[in-house]
Each structure stands twice: as C-alpha cells, then as structure tokens.
C-alpha cells in the first residue's frame, strides 16, 4: 500500500528537508552531519539485523539518519558557504543515472560477492558495500556521458527552439522586422 511504503515516507522526509532548508531554520549542521553519519555507519559495522519486509527497522535506521545527514548537509553547505570538491560534484551530476541503474548493478555486485565466497565478516561486508557503490559509479557515470548529457541536449535545443517558435508567433512584426 503506497501510503505505508517506506518510499512514501522518504519522499515526506525529502519534502520536509526542503522546507526546512527553504525557510532559513537554523540547526547544529555539523552534530546533524555526525549523527546522520554514524547512524548510517553502526548498524553496517555492528551487523545489526535488518529486516527489509519491517518498515520501522527501515525508517530507524535509514530513513532517519539519512535525513538527518541531508539536513546537515545542505545547511551548513548554505551557511557556510561551504565549496563540495569536484568529485562530490560529479557524483552529483551522475546521480540520476546512478538512480536509474543501481539495482541492476548492485545484483550483479552481490552475485560477484556470492561467487567470490568470502564470507559473511565485516570486512567482507564493507568489501561488498565498496565494491557495490563503485560499480553503481561508474555504470552510472557510463549512462550519464553516452546517454543522459546527449539526451538533455537534444531536449534543451528543443525547447529553446519552441520557446523561440512560439516568441515569433506571439510577435510576427519583430520577427520581420528582424529579418529585414
């Protein structure tokens, strides 16, 4: 049911960060980022049990800390005045592909794992997480340079070039004008 998906939820969080943000409130940025990091961080080295059909378990130790380490983030970002270094950058630029394919690249990620058989101790686990959040990268950044940059500029040509259709018609005199 959508209203109880833990989906639902993150948007709700998303939405809620933004206002937040939008609205100037000030909060400790950087107590914010070290929670929502360490919250983000224990459960994965404690190997605590996460059960993905419990939609609490999700939102305590995702949903949560996740939030807490975009609020964090963004403001002291915004307050500071803080410069990302271009790699960040980057992953931000491709991360809508990223989005796009993680899962296929994280299911090949956990047969690679399963394959390799190397266990199930923390640092595999840690391997696991690295290895999963490169492949993710660098699909990602493939998708983002062969197909997403040349789709937008395909689609930012077009609308400019409506835009500027639609500008003549509204306006035939200047357009003449123009030509003469």
């Known amino acids: 049911m959508l209203a109880s998906d833990p989906l639902t939820f993150e948007f709700i969080a998303g939405c809620v960060t933004f206002v937040l943000i939008s609205k100037g ?72 592909s990223v989005y796009l394919s993680h899962m296929i690249v994280v299911s090949g990620a956990h047969k690679l794992f399963r394959f390799l058989d190397l266990g199930s101790s923390t640092p595999a686990h840690l391997f696991y997480v690295a290895l999963s959040i490169a492949l993710a990268c660098g699909a990602g950044a493939a998708i983002h340079f062969l197909l997403e940059r040349p789709l937008l500029r395909v689609g930012y040509a077009t609308v400019r070039r409506l835009l500027h259709e639609k500008a003549e018609a509204a306006h035939p005199l200047t357009a003449h004008i123009k030509q003469t």
């Open 25 to 96: 409130c000030r909060v400790n940025s950087r107590l914010l980022v070290v929670l929502g990091a360490l919250g983000l961080l224990v459960p994965g080295i404690m190997s605590l049990p996460f059960d993905r059909t419990v939609h609490v378990d999700r939102m305590i130790i995702c949903l949560l800390p996740a939030t807490l380490l975009v609020l964090g983030a963004v403001s002291l970002e915004r307050r500071n005045g803080i410069i990302l270094p271009k790699f960040l950058t980057f992953v931000g630029d491709i991360s809508y």
